[in-house]
Structure formats: structure tokens, C-alpha cells
């Protein structure tokens, strides 16, 4: 063996240890929880929520970096392009994770390769509103209304390709109505409109319409999950008003880039399902209608896949784009 050889082999024997000791003693240094959206949505409320509990499991910062656009493909591509090695994380959610890379096409990576899941956080209820002047108090009677009416309903969403959009278009589906998507730059907007009677339904987030619904500006007729939802079990899904097979999540859950050492996945997994079970942070989800998600890496990874399974023939059917 010459002098070079040996360099080289004291090198690599340096750096197996070291390399180990970088995933053994993870976290060692700020770790960057990046939400593609901005501050103040629903993916950045999760995220200030379950970061101090990561902080004080791991005695490391957890800090939130918003960057929003690209309906989120601009912070998950980022994220997706990061180093392998535990500082870099996703909070991502159904609308950026999987309906807009389906509506939008080719965004030069599929999410599915290059993230791998940590963990599900929570699933957000999303609900069919509609204002007080249509009359209507239940899905039935919406659907006789919308019969009824010559030219249809137009229905409004919190934009294109969102999980509020794939609800109103799989309803359309479900229940063979003449119903016109009229999108909007979040839910805030949709939510005035719905309120002041310019569109006369809407499907949205129940976080963002449970306040006008509580006073009576707007009627929430029914939940679009499989099941009530603990925090309103008062309200009646749509599928037990007699719509088969209609279920929309509008999800949040933790990614790692494609790489990521299976050490610190599990390491970090753990850790988000300790605290999604923990009362605290239970109970202060719930108050603000969205209800934990836990899963493993496994069923993470699962769980995505079929959420691409499931809504990939809709937004085919249904033609749906970023550009109509």
C-alpha cells in the first residue's frame, strides 16, 4: 500500500464514525421546519403548535420558515432539492402535496420520490356552506334546489386545484349537477362573497367558516369526511345525506427529503406522534377543528400514494387545470 492508499483509507475509517455520530447525535443544530405557505394558514398554525414540543424533545430550535407560491410547489420543491441530513423539513398539506401537482402537471420532480413521510399532523374538515338566502338547511335540499334552478349553481373555493376546489368538483360528480367553479385567492375572499350572497355555496375549510356560521350569516349543511367530526358532531357528513363515496381531507403532515438517514426519520416520527397524543396539543387542535393524524413513516408514505390513487381519475374526469 502506498502513502496515497493509506491517506485515503484513514480518511474513509475517519469518516464512517462520524458520519454515524452525526445521525446518533441528531439534532445537533437548528432544524429549519419549512411551510410552503404564509404565515397564519392553517400548515403554518400546525407547525408553531407541534415545534416547541420537538424543541424540548430534542433540546434543538425548530424554526418555521415560510415561503409561500406556486400554490406551495416553491417551498416543497425546495425541500425536495435540500441535503439529505435531517436540518431541512416539510409541513405540507393534500392541497400542495397532491392536488396541485395534479392539476399543474410537470413540476420536475413528483412528490412521491423525492419526500419521504415522517408522520401525518392533522386532518382539517372541509364542509359545504351556503348562504341563507338560498333557503336550503341540508345537502337533499341543496341538490332539489340546484335542479330547480335553470343554469346551475356556481359554487366557490379558496383557488384552483385546491382541496376546496376537488371537494365542489367530486360533489359535481357525485351528484350529476350543473354547478361552475368560481375561484378564489383564499379562503378569506371566498368567505366574503359567500357571506354577502355573491356566490350562493361554498366549499370550505370549517376553521374559516365556523365563525359566520355560529351567528348566522352562512348555513354549514354537512361535512365532506367519512365521518362527523369531534368537534361538531352536531353536523351531518354528506355522504350520510345520500352522496356515495364523497370524502375530501385537506391534510397537514411532516416530510423529510429522499435520502434522509432512516435513523433520524424514526428518531423524529416518534417524536411527532408523542406530542400528537399528548392533551395539550390534542385539545388545542381540536379547538381549532382539525384533528390529529398519526401515523408512521410507513403509513405516511402509504397514505400519500393512495391519495394520488384516489384523486388522479377525478382531476382527469373533471378537467381540471391551473389555467381553468
Not at 415522517?118 to 341543496?142: C, K
Not at 376546489?165 to 379562503?187: C, I, K, N, Q, S
Not at 423529510?256 to 438517514?261: D, F, L, Q, V
Not at 388522479?312 to 387545470?321: K, L, Q
Request: net charge neutral; hydrophobic share 45%.
Amino acid at each position: 500500500m502506498n502513502r496515497r492508499q493509506a491517506l485515503a483509507l484513514a480518511a474513509a475509517t475517519l469518516a464512517a464514525p462520524r458520519f454515524a455520530f452525526a445521525q446518533d447525535g441528531w439534532p445537533n443544530r437548528p432544524v429549519t421546519l419549512l411551510v410552503p405557505f404564509a404565515a397564519g394558514g392553517s400548515n403554518d398554525v400546525v407547525a408553531r403548535l407541534v415545534a416547541p414540543a420537538l424543541e424540548q424533545k430534542f433540546g434543538q430550535p425548530f424554526i418555521i420558515d415560510n415561503r409561500p407560491g406556486g400554490g406551495g410547489s416553491l417551498g416543497m420543491g425546495m425541500v425536495a432539492r435540500a441535503r439529505p441530513d435531517g436540518q431541512t423539513m416539510l409541513i405540507s398539506s393534500a392541497s400542495n402535496h397532491v392536488f396541485h401537482p395534479l392539476v399543474s402537471g410537470d413540476l420536475g420532480y413528483d412528490p412521491r420520490e423525492a419526500l419521504v413521510g415522517v408522520g401525518m399532523l392533522t386532518d382539517v374538515p372541509n364542509v359545504i356552506a351556503a348562504n341563507p338566502a338560498v333557503g336550503v338547511s341540508n345537502v337533499q335540499e341543496l341538490i332539489a334546489k340546484v335542479r330547480a334552478t335553470r343554469g346551475g349553481f356556481s359554487f366557490g373555493s379558496s383557488g384552483v386545484g385546491t382541496s376546496n376546489h376537488l371537494a365542489g368538483e367530486l360533489f359535481r360528480m357525485r351528484t350529476e349537477l350543473d354547478l361552475t367553479h368560481v375561484p378564489y385567492r383564499g379562503g378569506g375572499p371566498a368567505l366574503t362573497d359567500l357571506v354577502a350572497g355573491t356566490i350562493p355555496i361554498a366549499f370550505m375549510n370549517l376553521p374559516t367558516v365556523a365563525p359566520a356560521a355560529s351567528d348566522g350569516r352562512l348555513k354549514i349543511l354537512g361535512v365532506c369526511t367519512a365521518q362527523r367530526v369531534s368537534i361538531r358532531t352536531d353536523l351531518p357528513t354528506v355522504m350520510e345525506q345520500g352522496v356515495p363515496d364523497f370524502a375530501v381531507r385537506s391534510w397537514t403532515g411532516l416530510f423529510a427529503p429522499k435520502g434522509t438517514p432512516e435513523a433520524i426519520v424514526t428518531r423524529l416520527g416518534d417524536a411527532v406522534r408523542e406530542a400528537l397524543a399528548s392533551p395539550q396539543i390534542n385539545g388545542r387542535l381540536v379547538a381549532i377543528a382539525s384533528e390529529p393524524m398519526i401515523m408512521t413513516p410507513q403509513e405516511t408514505d402509504a397514505f400519500v400514494k393512495s391519495e394520488y390513487d384516489r384523486w388522479a381519475p377525478v382531476v382527469r374526469a373533471a378537467g381540471i387545470s391551473t389555467n381553468g
